[in-house]
């Protein structure tokens, strides 16, 4: 993909929404990006096919879908190389075991505290789903709001899922 090198505007911003996949905050924003990158007549077959093959594995190596589970705070596909340059910094070749043990605990501590700030962030985009259902605007006159809370996790859960009819057989499936 050459296409920070073409004169052309909108190859060009179009490049840098495709190296920015990797650290899209939201599903929708990720997804948005990939498809206009599928139709785009900027890419050549060669970069559709590579960026199709790379969305199967996009749970590994978007943002939006690792924000589940715990990375320690790298978001790259080598994240064993990011970690190396972050101790690099740190330590070098006459530094003693207590030190590195003191720059692991150090650096550890950081990447958790990120973490949970990081988890603080998608528990507020999640209740701001959940504020903004019409369902919970209806029960909310209905139902006390410890009644909701006690429903909100379910709620959320169900929120997520999409529904599909499987032609086939004309029954309901329900996936993630």
């Not at 490049?15 to 599903?27: A, Q, S, V």
């Not at 789903?129 to 209806?138: A, C, E, P, Y």
Request: net charge positive.
């Amino acid at each position: 993909m050459y296409l920070n090198r073409r004169k052309s505007e909108e190859a060009k911003k179009l490049y840098r929404k495709i190296i920015n996949l990797p650290y899209c905050e939201y599903i929708e924003d990720y997804e948005d990006v990939y498809q206009e990158a599928i139709i785009s007549e900027h890419l050549t077959q060669d970069s559709i096919l590579y960026l199709q093959k790379r969305d199967v594995y996009c749970e590994q190596w978007v943002k939006a879908y690792m924000k589940a589970i715990f990375t320690g705070g790298t978001c790259t596909t080598s994240r064993i190389e990011a970690k190396h340059r972050i101790y690099k910094t740190f330590l070098n070749s006459r530094s003693n075991l207590q030190k590195i043990f003191e720059v692991f605990i150090k650096l550890e501590k950081i990447e958790i505290k990120n973490y949970i700030e990081e988890i603080h962030v998608f528990k507020e985009s999640e209740e701001e789903i959940f504020l903004k259902s019409d369902l919970i605007k209806t029960c909310k006159n209905i139902y006390s709001s410890y009644d909701l809370n006690k429903v909100k996790l379910n709620f959320l859960l169900a929120s997520n899922y999409d529904v599909d009819i499987i032609k086939t057989n004309k029954q309901w499936y329900k996936y993630l």
